[in-house]
């Protein structure tokens, strides 16, 4: 029998918790605080990215031992904050850290309250939305994100996606990762390149394991519209740590957003939990940062906003600034568009039959990629010769270059067709109807049933003719 994921998940959970109810001890000998020592000692030694330092660490917590420091902890809990803030003293490494297992609950009880325990972080995952907690359009056109955390590609994508399309026709836009302590680089890596147009190193990961180094540079695709001129700005607090503080000094040393709030927390080095014994685990960096150009990375001293705020008027701030870029940018864009507008215009005013498709195109491919038309807006003006204008030949020129522009756009096609039927192209006509039926097929798009009417109907007046 097959059993599901989160089944399997869900069984190897009440088995981890029942057993740790008879594994947990809360009181812990001075040999229970060596072994313990030891093993954190070993695993430094073993894979902390910065051996040098392992050795220091480990020489500080044998001496405090020695000494009797630990002597005063008389539980699991209490122990390992003492434990890592021993370590931090040596090593200045906020990311590692020493921490006890809850205690389970006694066993008569604990599957029941294990399966509850598991609908609640099913329910708590669901409402932290992959880490977009907000998403709104501010006066002045500005876009404000507030981002929490740094979800996996495999669960945050789609939600990260949905979340930028809502912001893509800003002037400006503010991402708030005041409250964010991190998350996955991947996503870090994925949000960057929504900000940028070309190929660039955004950071290097280098690991001890394998003496390797991981480059993350702009993807290639996104899921959406890159916006890499879109004035941004980011708020950062000292709650701002690891990934989201990657992606703040990404932007800052590639000089695509401005900065503003406090100081973030100053943790560079990734890396993964590690088991101690049945009671207690550690945090140990595997691995560290490095920008492309600054050749470091922030690890103990954070990311310095350009503008320094209180966390309480960071907000407020960054709305001022973001509505007064905002403003500049849409003058900017606006005689950009101006520009695109007289040329395309241009163009249509001198259509020449067998001459002006590929000029016609041209201008239209410079439209789109400035943001002035997407598809619809391009459909529209085919529409509007074919209809109002009643200039067939142009009309049929626009909507054959939307469907080069949008290849997979099944409503594309089925507008070339109907303007091939009126200018008498049937054959024509009838192959671009099928592409569209295809192609809505291959989407399910809900137009289907739409298309499919408009390919009957061609075939019958081929049938006529």
């Not at 590692?96 to 294990?114: C, F, G, H, L």
């Not at 609908?119 to 907690?133: C, H």
């Not at 957003?257 to 890396?271: F, R, W």
Request: proline content about 2%; aromatic content about 10%.
């Amino acid at each position: 029998m097959k059993i599901s994921t989160r089944l399997h998940i869900l069984f190897i959970t009440l088995f981890f918790n029942l057993s740790l109810c008879y594994a947990q001890d809360d009181s812990i000998t001075k040999e229970y605080k060596k072994e313990v020592i030891q093993s954190i000692s070993q695993l430094m030694n073993d894979f902390y990215v910065f051996p040098e330092v392992a050795k220091l660490t480990e020489a500080h917590l044998k001496a405090q031992l020695l000494d009797g420091y630990f002597d005063q902890f008389e539980n699991n809990e209490t122990f390992a904050t003492a434990l890592t803030n021993s370590v931090q003293a040596i090593n200045k490494d906020k990311h590692m850290r020493i921490w006890s297992n809850q205690p389970s609950i006694n066993s008569e009880k604990s599957q029941e309250r294990t399966v509850d325990e598991y609908i609640i972080g099913i329910d708590r995952s669901r409402g932290a939305n992959s880490g977009f907690n907000t998403v709104k359009i501010l006066d002045g056109n500005v876009g404000y994100l507030d981002l929490r955390g740094f979800a996996g590609m495999e669960t945050g994508k789609h939600i990260a996606d949905a979340y930028m399309k809502l912001m893509s026709r800003t002037d400006a836009i503010i991402i708030d990762l005041s409250k964010n302590g991190g998350g996955s680089p991947r996503m870090v890596q994925y949000l960057c390149s929504y900000f940028f147009n070309q190929k660039l190193l955004l950071n290097s990961l280098y690991w001890r394991e394998g003496n390797s180094t991981e480059e993350f540079w702009t993807l290639d695709e996104v899921g959406g519209r890159r916006m890499p001129d879109v004035p941004l700005f980011i708020i950062t607090s000292e709650r701002t740590f690891s990934g989201a503080e990657e992606f703040s000094y990404n932007m800052q040393t590639q000089k695509r957003a401005t900065l503003v709030g406090k100081t973030t927390g100053g943790g560079a080095n990734p890396g993964r939990g590690m088991r101690i014994n049945e009671n207690l685990r550690v945090f140990i960096p595997t691995g560290k940062a490095i920008n492309p150009i600054t050749k470091t990375n922030w690890e103990g001293v954070g990311v310095i906003p350009e503008i320094e705020t209180t966390v309480e008027g960071a907000y407020d701030k960054t709305l001022e600034l973001a509505q007064k870029a905002a403003e500049s940018y849409r003058a900017k864009r606006n005689k950009i568009y101006s520009q695109l507008f007289m040329d395309l215009n241009n163009e249509l005013d001198h259509y020449t039959v067998g001459k002006s498709d590929d000029l016609i195109l041209e201008s239209l491919k410079k439209c789109k990629e400035a943001n002035l038309f997407d598809e619809g807006d391009v459909n529209n003006l085919g529409y509007e010769y074919l209809l109002t204008y009643k200039k067939p030949k142009i009309a049929e020129s626009i909507l054959k270059a939307n469907t080069i522009l949008y290849p997979n756009s099944a409503n594309a096609f089925d507008s070339y067709g109907e303007s091939l039927m009126i200018n008498g192209d049937l054959e024509a006509s009838l192959t671009n109807y099928q592409r569209a039926v295809d192609i809505a097929v291959s989407n399910e798009d809900r137009d289907l049933e739409f298309f499919q009417k408009n390919l009957e109907s061609i075939k019958q007046k081929l049938k006529q003719k």
